[in-house]
């Protein structure tokens, strides 16, 4: 997101790449541009997620991807808690470096603090995993992993890898959505998931594509795609 204002530089960027606040064509610098830079990185949230709303999006989604992003159920809370329409996504997290007990947990967390607006968007890890330096997400766990949190989440309670797992607290039911690029994934998502993340492209071509191989997993596993 980027801003400007009526002096000659006022800028503030806040995505994959990092955050940036310049002034006047000048950076502050030492501590000055520290300070300002915390200070702006928690506020950034907050802008982009009001500028959302302001323009009517229907959902914000919140990147997990360690190191190039706060923390993901951090920047969602706060997300959630300043807004009152948008639905809040994790677009996407994993199910390496978060086990799927503890997303179930965290996803019905925030549905306390906005019913009725929460997702919780799977996917292979990307970036989430990269990062630190451990394997992706496979096909075979995603699907396991995501039919453990849905049942987790509707029933309270739910079994995982021969353990059981319970949320006695669960109010509501938050959506699973999984993202994937690929029609394997595509048609897992249709087959099991309450929606999919297609990154697929945004073209009408692609759209199309995408919608026709998630319809036909649906269509397989006797779900109604609409």
């Not at 992003?69 to 677009?91: F, I, Q, Y």
């Not at 989440?153 to 993202?179: C, H, K, L, M, Y």
């Amino acid at each position: 997101m980027q801003t400007s204002g009526s002096r000659s530089c006022f800028a503030v960027s806040c995505g994959a790449s990092g955050l940036w606040i310049q002034t006047g064509g000048v950076e502050p610098a030492g501590a000055a541009s520290d300070a300002i830079r915390h200070e702006v990185r928690l506020s950034c949230y907050e802008m982009l997620a009001a500028a959302a709303a302001h323009y009517g999006f229907d959902m914000i989604g919140i990147a997990d991807s360690p190191g190039n992003a706060m923390d993901p159920w951090v920047a969602a809370t706060m997300v959630a808690e300043g807004t009152t329409k948008p639905r809040v996504a994790l677009c996407a997290s994993n199910l390496v470096s978060r086990h799927p007990a503890v997303s179930a947990a965290a996803i019905a967390s925030l549905e306390l603090l906005a019913p009725g607006r929460t997702v919780l968007g799977l996917g292979a890890g990307h970036s989430g995993t990269q990062n630190l330096g451990i394997g992706s997400t496979g096909l075979n766990e995603l699907k396991g992993g995501t039919r453990f949190i849905k049942a987790l989440i509707a029933d309270g309670q739910a079994s995982f890898d021969n353990n059981q797992a319970r949320i006695n607290w669960i109010s509501g039911t938050p959506e699973v959505f999984i993202a994937g690029s690929g029609p394997r994934t595509l048609r897992v998502s249709g087959a099991i998931a309450d929606g999919v993340f297609a990154n697929y492209g945004i073209s009408a071509e692609a759209m199309a594509q995408s919608s026709s191989v998630v319809r036909a997993g649906a269509e397989a596993a006797g779900r109604d795609p609409d």
